[in-house]
């Protein structure tokens, strides 16, 4: 895989712009436990890429 990949640890995190969800199931988990609309934008942002380079990413 490219890039590096975290898990979700805490909101700064999401905050940061600094996470790749790891697979969809995860990432409603996460946009469940999120109240905060800046943070929810962040965190969109962060699954998109995750899901890009999945995407072109051979296996």
Do not use: F, V
């Not at 890039?3 to 995860?26: A, D, V």
């Amino acid at each position: 895989m490219i890039g590096l990949r975290m898990r979700y640890h805490s909101k700064e995190l999401i905050r940061m712009n600094q996470i790749q969800i790891y697979s969809l199931s995860e990432y409603n988990k996460i946009k469940h436990h999120t109240d905060n609309h800046d943070e929810i934008e962040c965190e969109e942002k962060a699954y998109l890429l995750s899901w890009t380079l999945i995407k072109r990413t051979p296996t």
